[in-house]
């Protein structure tokens, strides 16, 4: 059965710390794996990943992929009470259809 | 910016009343998709579309239905709602993928927020 977990479940941290939010996967046929921002209604898209070690970056937040290991990172760095927010992990595999997991729930305090 | 519009925002109605909820999307996307949230916890799949005339259940059982007579349509039916229905509801739409290639990402709407009282 696909699946996608995702830890810790929730977070609370201080402006400036880094986190880094985890995702493994179960998948047949993955063709890829998503990262989304969650804050009060529709998901945003942060990345995709397709391929093993190859980090993507935008700003202070970066991902990377091991499919060897079925998980990926979220690492946000210098984080601020903006970042607060739910992330979601998905997967996608030859059917196209998005699985999510539970999400990861980070607060950042100031 | 996406370009994916769901209406309404917020309902709130009565037991028994039937319901549509509906999305459209301007992109030309192939792929739809309607997940189910429950406050605080994850996105269920719920219906996806591969195109017209194209509909299959998701991995949550739901006693709603869908329809895809055109491409940017998307409505999500409740026959005769119930309080165990009270969710938010979420449309998603992707870009057709080559076989043999990665899907693109999807995107949302901003979601219906459904009460049944």
């Known amino acids: 059965e696909d699946k996608v977990v995702q830890s810790p479940l929730s977070l609370v941290v201080h402006e400036g710390d880094t986190v880094t939010l985890n995702c493994s996967y179960e998948?047949?046929?993955?063709?890829?794996l998503l990262w989304y921002k969650q804050e009060k209604k529709a998901p945003t898209f942060l990345f995709m990943l397709?391929?093993?070690?190859i980090e993507k970056k935008s700003g202070r937040l970066s991902s990377i992929l091991d499919k060897k290991e079925l998980f990926s990172i979220l690492n946000i760095t210098a984080t601020q009470t903006g970042d607060s927010a739910i992330y979601l992990c998905a997967h996608t595999s030859g059917t196209y259809k998005y699985i999510f997991g539970t999400g990861t729930r980070l607060k950042v305090l100031a | 910016e996406a370009d994916i519009y769901q209406t309404p925002r917020y309902l709130v109605i009565g037991t028994g009343k039937k319901i549509t909820l509906e999305c459209s999307q301007t992109m030309g996307h192939d792929k739809m998709y309607w997940y189910q949230q429950d406050p605080g916890m994850e996105l269920h799949l719920i219906h996806y579309?591969?195109?017209?005339?194209?509909?299959e259940k998701g991995d949550l059982s739901s006693e709603s239905t869908v329809s895809r007579i055109r491409t940017e349509h998307f409505p999500l039916t409740l026959e005769s709602a119930r309080p165990s229905h009270t969710s938010q509801y979420l449309c998603a739409s992707s870009e057709h993928s080559i076989p043999g290639v990665s899907n693109t990402e999807a995107f949302f709407g901003q979601g219906t927020r459904l009460t049944v009282v």
């Open positions: 998948v047949t046929n993955f063709r890829s």
């Open positions: 397709t391929s093993s070690g």
């Open positions: 579309s591969y195109g017209v005339n194209s509909t």
